[in-house]
Every structure is written in structure tokens, then in C-alpha cells.
């Protein structure tokens, strides 16, 4: 049983750039949240996906946005990158009230 | 607002030692409250749980028990390995509603010496 998988494992863009991440949700489970993990620092809920809509959004600007699919996987896009939008991003898939399973995450470095 | 604070690490650790990672939140309303580790070039995997005052998550060797007299939810494990290095993350989700995200602290660098 697949757990959740995400590509690509790392990215390097330019600022400026625009960029496109991918997870699939474990089996089973039909609710995708993303994160965003700088270095040395917890992750920070960016959006949740549900039904192919945003439920939820944390404290990133319209740069950051996202889409889910009828399978349940998601995509996050995020334009006009900044340096400061190096980190790893993470995904979460869930379903109802169990918790939350992460994948390994997507390492991002803007130069 | 919502928040967890943990202690800064990193912590060193001989193996075989006691270990204990604090943690406290702020919280509106009746949070769950979760242990999440990281290894190296790895995502978060859930180490334990407790969703409700006085519960006690455990998982691992690793415990930690809901507090809510003292808003807090420490980690302890008797005797850490050195397989036990990793970050570890304090986190809540609050509950009752459609959605839910997870807060997370700043995460606490573990490294056991030999």
C-alpha cells in the first residue's frame, strides 16, 4: 500500500519562475493539505483540498495556490517565485478525523 | 491565537539516557495533540497522539501525557538509541469543524552519542 508520494523530489528555479508541485494521497484517503517547511523551521499549513476545493487556507499570499483532482491528488503552483520561497513542501493526505500522513516532501531552491 | 512552543535544541544525549522534550500550546478551544518525528531527508511520520485531557499517547518506548492544567504535552522516552536522532515536532489540531490544520512548533533536534 502505497503511502503519499510526491514528485519531484527536488526542484531548482530561478526567481521569477513559476512552479508546479505534485502529490498522490495514500489510498483511501481524499483530503490533501500542503505545507511549507523552511530550513530549521516547523511547517507552516499553506492549504487544504477537499472535493476538489481549497476548505481551508493559512497565511501565504494568492501567489501560492492549488487544485485537486477527481482521483484526489493535488497540484500547488506557485508563481513569480522569491528566494524565500526555498524550503520543503510538504504533503499530507487524510481522511474524516484521522490523522494526517505526510509524504517525503519536494525540496525547492530558488536562485 | 493558536500556537506550540517547544524547547530549543539541539539536544545531545548519551545512549541509554532519560529524555525529555517540552512542549506547551495555546489553544482556543479543545485541541488534539500530536508527536511528530522527522529523519534526515524524510517527512513527518505521526510518533503518538492524545486528543482529550489526562490522555496518554505512546508509541515506540515514547510518551507523552495531555495536560491541560499546565497546557502542556511533553515527550519522554526511559532509554533513547541512537536510531532515535531525528527532529521532533510538537503539533495540534483543533477540533470540531470541516477542516483542519495542523500547528506546528519549531521542532527539536535530537543526536544520541554512542
Known amino acids: 500500500d502505497a503511502g503519499v508520494t510526491q514528485s519531484p523530489t527536488h526542484l531548482i528555479k530561478t526567481r521569477g519562475q513559476q512552479v508546479t508541485l505534485r502529490c498522490s494521497p495514500k489510498?483511501?484517503?481524499?483530503?490533501v493539505s500542503w505545507y511549507q517547511q523552511a530550513l530549521g523551521q516547523g511547517p507552516q499549513f499553506i492549504f487544504q483540498?477537499?472535493?476538489?476545493?481549497?476548505?481551508q487556507r493559512g497565511n501565504f499570499p494568492d501567489r501560492f495556490s492549488g487544485h485537486q483532482f477527481p482521483n484526489y491528488s493535488s497540484e500547488l503552483n506557485v508563481n513569480a517565485l522569491l528566494l524565500g520561497d526555498s524550503a520543503l513542501y510538504l504533503c499530507?493526505?487524510?481522511?474524516?478525523?484521522?490523522?494526517?500522513?505526510f509524504g517525503d516532501g519536494t525540496r525547492l531552491s530558488i536562485l | 491565537g493558536n500556537s506550540v512552543t517547544q524547547m530549543e535544541g539541539p539536544v545531545t544525549l548519551s545512549e541509554e539516557a532519560f529524555l525529555t522534550i517540552n512542549c506547551t500550546y495555546t489553544?482556543?478551544?479543545?485541541?488534539?495533540l500530536f508527536w511528530y518525528v522527522q529523519y534526515p531527508g524524510e517527512g513527518l511520520q505521526l510518533l503518538l497522539k492524545a486528543t482529550k485531557a489526562d490522555d496518554k499517547g505512546s508509541n515506540k518506548g515514547f510518551e507523552a501525557t495531555y495536560r491541560k492544567e499546565t497546557t502542556s504535552f511533553h515527550l519522554e522516552k526511559g532509554s533513547v538509541q541512537v536510531s532515535d536522532s531525528a527532529v521532533y515536532f510538537c503539533a495540534l489540531i483543533l477540533t470540531g469543524g470541516s477542516a483542519s490544520k495542523i500547528i506546528f512548533g519549531s521542532g527539536t533536534r535530537l543526536s544520541i552519542r554512542p
Open positions: 489510498s483511501g484517503h481524499d483530503t
Open positions: 483540498y477537499y472535493e476538489e476545493e481549497e476548505r
Open positions: 489553544a482556543t478551544g479543545y485541541p488534539s
Open positions: 499530507a493526505s487524510s481522511s474524516g478525523n484521522q490523522p494526517q500522513h
